[in-house]
């Protein structure tokens, strides 16, 4: 199994990290081991130069810290990881000061051939389709995105679109073990429930969301 995304400095301790072949890891800090792949959180306390994989907290950070991550991503030709539409009210914000989607801005800044984008909450059927033309991957985080009360990613129309979706566990707060499988099921029943159809998502689509490609 393939856990797409902990903040988690801990999680090879945890149970759950024993079935994954593969973790992408987002810190302030590196961890080790062999199948531990990590991405540096650049936010907006980031200082220094941008080097290495990105975990991009939000394309509305202060431009300077974004051509930071710009110049880094696109010479250095590292993974990034954007968080993007997590919110409704970023969603917003962006729509105001960029007359974009978050997903949009990233399109703009170049950064969103290849990337990976977790957040994932808000995204409107114009974002995915962008996402797809430009080969960006989602990761969705449900016990985080649902422990924190930000709402259900439309993993339906991702799905039903043709997006590639991978699943992570977030943070140990809301799943202590890093257990994947966990998130394959509370996804499948949240949007079950959103979209009140039994097994909205099939369990082969779920499957393919926990394999590390």
Do not use: W
Request: one cysteine or more.
């Amino acid at each position: 199994m393939f856990n797409a995304l902990t903040f988690d400095e801990e999680i090879l301790k945890r149970a759950g990290s024993k079935n994954c072949s593969h973790i992408y890891y987002a810190g302030k800090k590196e961890i080790g081991g062999d199948k531990v792949t990590n991405f540096r959180i650049v936010d907006e306390d980031f200082r220094g130069k941008v080097t290495g994989n990105v975990y991009l907290s939000s394309v509305l950070l202060d431009e300077d810290i974004i051509d930071k991550v710009i110049e880094s991503v696109l010479t250095e030709k590292s993974k990034i990881i954007i968080n993007a539409c997590s919110t409704l009210d970023e969603v917003g914000s962006c729509d105001k000061r960029y007359g974009v989607t978050p997903i949009g801005l990233a399109h703009k800044y170049g950064l969103l051939e290849g990337a990976y984008v977790a957040g994932c909450t808000y995204l409107d059927k114009d974002d995915i389709d962008l996402m797809i033309q430009s080969g960006a991957e989602a990761i969705l985080t449900p016990s985080l995105t649902m422990g924190e009360g930000m709402g259900i990613p439309p993993l339906r129309m991702l799905v039903s679109l043709g997006a590639t979706v991978h699943l992570g566990s977030g943070s140990a707060e809301f799943n202590k073990e890093g257990d994947m499988l966990f998130e394959k099921n509370l996804i499948s029943l949240a949007v079950s429930g959103a979209n009140c159809t039994r097994k909205a998502i099939a369990e082969s689509d779920l499957e393919k969301m926990l394999k590390y490609r």
